[in-house]
């Protein structure tokens, strides 16, 4: 799998320092459930660790363009979009952002999973982001008598979107750290497509979903943000051009032997390891940094001890300082401060040692 940064082990008691990447990122919406995602999910329930999707729409894109894509489920991007959305994706290939390697999405279908919506009626958004950044999300809609049997045009939008969120609040969520943000749906009956757009503010880079959707029906599809997530596929991305790539042999597995661990927040502010997914040569974790106390933090500190030997080969949303088994993580310039009862994350991809990676004891220092 392709990684940020590699990082070269250094010999025993020599400081190792891996920088923090500023263009790197990746997300999805994961409810409404955008075409990636909704196709890695339904190509992995039939078990035996592959993606073989039982959804016609997201077999004849497989046929297209292979099993990849949605292993990247989170990975629909273009690195020096830079608001230039209409300008740079042609007609007919915007569920894909007109690359090549996510062309089957913009198959014109009916049969794309689809959820149920009401329309007019508050919806919580969530969107998977293990990079975190700043940026806005923006929501679009189909108009009325758009026809889904034609790829989608620009034009087939309506003009502005039914949605603008800039800096949601990042959450832990089904598949890891998720942005989640509560809107209003427009009022619409029928089969649409809301058209997700994530403009950095930090970079140039843009991600684009299409979330197909059905407003009607006597109740809304069930979120399943509050069950346990079979995904395990949430490694980040590989640089702001190339989406991450996971090994289509063989499914990257979440870790079940290991529970968040957290300190008891003496020192200001809390931390809670998680392990998100592991595959053979690496694995994927995140933190979260919470502040429990009645005022606002402003930076903050996370240390431990690796047990079996990792090592830390890339991070985002803060800095961190290895040496040898010992890690120290301090926040980065955009999520230092923290406010009262609210938390931030920063997340990594690390190199297991001779056994499974563990959940190590966290200290967390608040300034």
């Given at each position: 799998?392709?990684?940020?940064?590699?990082a070269?082990?250094a010999?025993?008691?020599?400081?190792?320092?891996v920088?923090?990447?500023?263009?790197?990122a990746?997300?999805?919406?994961?409810?409404?459930?955008?075409?990636?995602?909704?196709?890695?999910?339904?190509?992995l329930a039939?078990g035996?660790?592959?993606i073989?999707p039982?959804?016609p729409?997201?077999?004849?894109?497989?046929?297209?363009?292979?099993?990849?894509?949605?292993?990247?489920?989170?990975?629909?991007l273009?690195g020096?979009a830079?608001?230039?959305?209409?300008?740079i994706?042609p007609d007919?290939?915007?569920?894909?952002?007109?690359?090549t390697k996510?062309a089957?999405?913009n198959?014109?279908?009916?049969?794309?999973?689809?959820?149920?919506?009401?329309?007019?009626?508050?919806?919580?958004?969530?969107?998977?982001?293990?990079?975190?950044?700043p940026?806005?999300?923006?929501?679009y809609i189909?108009r009325?008598?758009?026809?889904?049997?034609?790829?989608?045009?620009?034009?087939?939008?309506?003009?502005a979107?039914?949605d603008?969120v800039?800096?949601?609040?990042l959450?832990?969520?089904?598949?890891?750290?998720?942005?989640?943000?509560?809107?209003?749906l427009?009022?619409?009956q029928?089969?649409?497509?809301?058209?997700?757009?994530?403009?950095r503010?930090?970079?140039?880079?843009?991600?684009?979903n299409?979330?197909d959707?059905n407003?009607?029906g006597t109740q809304?599809?069930?979120?399943?943000?509050?069950?346990?997530?079979?995904?395990?596929g949430?490694?980040?991305?590989?640089?702001?051009?190339t989406s991450?790539?996971?090994?289509?042999g063989?499914?990257?597995?979440?870790?079940?032997?290991?529970?968040?661990?957290a300190?008891?927040g003496?020192s200001?502010c809390?931390?809670?390891?998680?392990?998100?997914?592991?595959w053979?040569?690496g694995?994927n974790?995140?933190?979260?940094?919470r502040?429990p106390?009645?005022?606002?933090i402003?930076g903050?500190?996370v240390?431990w001890t690796?047990?079996?030997?990792?090592?830390?080969?890339?991070?985002?949303?803060g800095?961190?300082t290895s040496?040898?088994?010992?890690v120290?993580v301090?926040?980065?310039g955009?999520?230092g401060g923290v406010?009262?009862?609210?938390?931030t994350?920063?997340?990594?991809?690390?190199?297991?040692?001779?056994s499974t990676?563990?959940?190590p004891?966290l200290?967390?220092t608040?300034?």
């Amino acid at each position: 799998m392709a990684v940020l940064a590699a990082a070269v082990v250094a010999g025993a008691g020599v400081s190792l320092v891996v920088q923090q990447s500023p263009a790197a990122a990746h997300g999805a919406m994961v409810y409404p459930p955008t075409r990636t995602y909704a196709c890695y999910v339904d190509g992995l329930a039939g078990g035996g660790g592959d993606i073989n999707p039982t959804n016609p729409a997201c077999r004849e894109a497989v046929a297209i363009g292979g099993k990849q894509p949605f292993w990247d489920w989170f990975g629909v991007l273009i690195g020096n979009a830079a608001g230039r959305h209409r300008e740079i994706i042609p007609d007919g290939t915007l569920c894909g952002a007109g690359t090549t390697k996510f062309a089957g999405l913009n198959l014109a279908r009916t049969d794309w999973p689809t959820t149920n919506v009401q329309s007019g009626q508050s919806i919580t958004f969530r969107y998977n982001g293990w990079a975190p950044h700043p940026g806005r999300w923006s929501q679009y809609i189909t108009r009325d008598g758009w026809n889904p049997s034609q790829p989608l045009k620009w034009s087939d939008l309506e003009p502005a979107p039914f949605d603008d969120v800039l800096n949601p609040p990042l959450r832990s969520g089904a598949t890891g750290a998720e942005y989640v943000w509560q809107a209003r749906l427009p009022v619409k009956q029928g089969r649409h497509i809301i058209y997700s757009i994530w403009q950095r503010t930090d970079s140039p880079e843009a991600f684009y979903n299409c979330s197909d959707v059905n407003f009607g029906g006597t109740q809304q599809s069930p979120d399943p943000g509050t069950s346990p997530s079979a995904d395990p596929g949430t490694s980040p991305s590989a640089n702001p051009g190339t989406s991450p790539s996971a090994n289509p042999g063989t499914s990257p597995s979440a870790n079940p032997g290991t529970s968040p661990s957290a300190n008891p927040g003496s020192s200001g502010c809390v931390a809670t390891y998680k392990m998100n997914s592991a595959w053979p040569g690496g694995f994927n974790a995140s933190v979260t940094v919470r502040n429990p106390g009645t005022s606002a933090i402003r930076g903050w500190k996370v240390d431990w001890t690796f047990a079996n030997g990792e090592r830390v080969t890339s991070l985002w949303s803060g800095n961190v300082t290895s040496s040898g088994q010992s890690v120290s993580v301090t926040n980065a310039g955009h999520n230092g401060g923290v406010a009262a009862n609210w938390e931030t994350t920063f997340g990594f991809i690390g190199t297991p040692g001779a056994s499974t990676p563990g959940t190590p004891a966290l200290t967390c220092t608040a300034s």
